[in-house]
Structure formats: structure tokens, C-alpha cells
């Protein structure tokens, strides 16, 4: 992981990045990233995002990996900002490990981009402070964030205890606050950008079995409508996208399964997922991850440079069926 503790450069706004993130790296950016990124800049890609600097929370796989993996596509160098402690208590599953947050990186790195792992949590101001400070300083601006990183839990309301309540609060709802809060100055420097939070589709509806997960993610999809509001004319949009079933190891895992398809024995996400996919309008019943980037990108683009506040549903239909 790499550490770099240098001042961040004073650097002027330049107007034309104004909610525009495919405008020109400015002069100043440029000479910061400097001689050290150019090799890596021979063969980096050329995209829309190319020259800026994507701020990913969870990043060490799932829906935050396969983003950071689409952005750097892009051409954007990546913060990869993870927890990578597998073990969590209060958690119904593993988390990721430092080996898959290096394994990350790698992935990151071989689109031809730079990229920064910052092993931190979410629920702690300070670290995402230092962690894009660290970005700034390494790779001249913030540009597009993502608050990603989340922990799920199943259960009856009724069974969990203040530590579970405590953990899924403080990483849903003041993780992504707190990524807000550390970013914006970032973004104000940068003369705008982009700020994406992964909501859910249990954020559309009740549900009696991941009810209290369903509430944080409640509370995000108003958080950002109050965050566009407040840091609009700063030039940052605040989106969410709102996912359906994702195949990652939050949802493909034990507690979870078994609470979707109570009764069956030890069932699979396959399962899980073709039952859905029964009533689904497109007979579709889970998302991959790198289906969820494509809308993740669809808020770093120029074509929603005047979106904010919206709340994107990325649900194969569920959108559009009543409850019950
Ligand atoms: N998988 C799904 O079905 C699904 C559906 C809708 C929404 N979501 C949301 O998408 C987001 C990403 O989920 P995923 O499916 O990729 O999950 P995942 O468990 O595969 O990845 C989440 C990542 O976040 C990290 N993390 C957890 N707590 C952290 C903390 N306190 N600080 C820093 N990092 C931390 C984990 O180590 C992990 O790498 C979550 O916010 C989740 O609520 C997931």
C-alpha cells in the first residue's frame, strides 16, 4: 500500500471541469502526476475519465472492484480504499482479506492506470481523510467517488442486538457521510465531480428479513438528495444507484441464501437467483457486478453532468412490480 504524506499542491480551479468531467487535466495536474506516471501513461487508456482520480470505497472486489476496474477502463488512476479484515465481528460473513485488496490493485493497474490500495475503514473520518490526501497528492486532484463499501445482514427485526444495529449503521449510513464529508473539500478544489452511492432495491420497499439493511440503504437514498443540494453549486452531482441481487460474496453467503429461500437445504445463489428470475419482467434474477458498473459509469459521463439527487434502479424490472 502506498503512503505519501507531501502537502497537496495550491492549484487554481479550472472552470472548464466545472461538471464537466471530460474536460482537459489541467496544467498544474499534469505536472504533479509528472514524470513518475509517464511510462504508465504510454499505454494508460484514453477514456472519458482519463487524467482523473476515482476514489473507491470497498474496493477490494464485488460491485466496488468491478467500478474501479470500469473506471480505470476510462482512464482514471484508482483509490482503492478497503477494510481488508476478513473477520468482523457482528458481520454474518467474511469481509475481504488484505490479499484480495492487493490482488485488487494488480487487477486495477493492468487497464494502464495508477492505483493507490489504502487499507482503512469506512467508519472512520481520519482514515478517508488521509487516504485522499494521500490521492491528491499522488495523483493531483479528486475527481469521481464512490461510496460503496457496506455490510449486509439477514434476520428477524426482533433478533438483532445493538452491535449488529451499530455496525450496519455506522458502515451504511456515516461510512458514506463521512466519505462526503472527506471528499468534498477535494472535489470543491477540483471545480466539481462526481459522487455515486450504491444504494439497494430493498431501499424501494419493505422487507421483513433484511429490514434494518433496507433502512440504511433508506437513508442514503435521502442523504444524497440532501448532499445535491447542499454541494450542487460546487459543481458535484451526488447520485445513487439502487441494485437488485448482485453476485458477490455480500449476497452469496450462507445467512443470507438461507433467509431468501427459507425451507431448502444449503441453497446456492443459482438457486436464489432463478427463483427470482420466475417473476421477474425480464426473467432475469441477479445482476454481476460488472453490470452494476455500467451504471456507476452512466453517473461519471457527460451525459449527467446535470443529474443530481437521483436515485437509479438497477434491478432487472423490480422497479416496475407491486409488492405482494
Ligand atoms: N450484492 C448485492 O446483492 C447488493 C445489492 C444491492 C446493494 N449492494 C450494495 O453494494 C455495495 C457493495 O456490495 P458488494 O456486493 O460488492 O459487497 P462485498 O461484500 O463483495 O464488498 C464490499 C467491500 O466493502 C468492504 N468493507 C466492508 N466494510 C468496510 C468498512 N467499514 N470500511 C471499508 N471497507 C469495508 C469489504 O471488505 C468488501 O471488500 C454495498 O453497499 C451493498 O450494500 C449489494
Known amino acids: ?7 497537496a499542491p495550491d492549484r487554481p480551479v479550472d472552470p472548464t471541469r466545472r461538471l464537466a468531467l471530460g474536460g482537459a487535466l489541467g496544467a498544474a ?39 474501479a476496474e470500469a473506471m480505470a477502463r476510462a482512464g482514471a488512476n484508482v483509490v482503492l480504499f478497503d477494510i481488508a479484515t476478513a473477520d468482523l465481528p457482528n458481520v454474518q460473513y467474511p469481509l475481504s482479506s488484505e490479499a484480495d485488496l492487493a490482488t ?9 492506470v495508477e492505483c493507490m490500495s489504502y487499507q482503512g475503514d469506512v467508519r472512520n473520518l481520519a482514515d478517508q481523510q488521509d487516504a485522499m490526501r494521500q490521492a491528491v497528492d499522488r495523483f493531483g486532484s479528486l475527481d469521481v467517488v464512490l461510496a460503496n463499501a457496506g455490510v449486509s445482514r439477514a434476520g428477524p427485526i426482533e433478533d438483532a442486538t445493538a452491535d449488529d444495529l451499530s455496525i450496519l449503521f455506522e458502515t451504511n449510513v456515516n461510512g458514506y457521510v463521512k466519505t462526503t464529508q472527506a471528499a468534498v473539500p477535494h472535489l470543491r478544489d ?23 439493511y433496507g433502512s440504511t440503504k433508506w437513508a442514503i437514498n435521502g442523504f444524497a438528495k440532501s448532499a445535491a443540494i447542499a454541494y450542487g453549486r460546487d459543481g458535484i452531482t451526488c447520485n445513487v444507484i439502487a441494485p437488485g441481487l448482485v453476485n458477490t460474496p455480500f449476497a452469496d453467503n450462507e445467512a443470507v441464501l438461507g433467509y431468501m429461500m427459507p425451507g431448502a437445504e444449503n441453497p446456492t445463489f443459482a438457486e436464489v437467483s432463478a427463483a427470482i428470475a420466475q417473476g421477474a419482467p425480464l426473467g432475469v434474477g441477479h445482476l454481476e457486478p460488472e453490470e452494476v458498473a455500467e451504471s456507476v459509469m452512466f453517473f461519471t459521463g457527460d451525459a449527467t453532468r446535470t443529474m443530481t439527487g437521483e436515485v437509479l434502479d438497477v434491478s432487472y424490472g423490480s422497479a416496475a412490480t407491486s409488492i405482494g
Open 1 to 7: 500500500m502506498t503512503h505519501h504524506s507531501d502537502a
Open 29 to 67: 495536474t499534469a505536472a504533479v502526476v509528472g514524470a513518475r506516471a509517464a511510462n504508465a501513461q504510454d499505454a494508460a487508456p484514453t477514456g472519458h475519465l482519463s487524467g482523473k482520480t476515482a476514489f473507491v470505497t470497498g474496493g477490494a472486489r464485488g460491485i466496488g472492484l468491478a467500478s
Open 104 to 112: 485488487a490493485q494488480a487487477a486495477v493497474e493492468a487497464h494502464g
Open 190 to 212: 477540483a471545480g466539481g465531480g462526481r459522487i455515486i452511492y450504491v444504494s439497494s432495491g430493498l431501499a424501494r420497499t419493505g422487507n421483513d428479513i433484511f429490514g434494518l
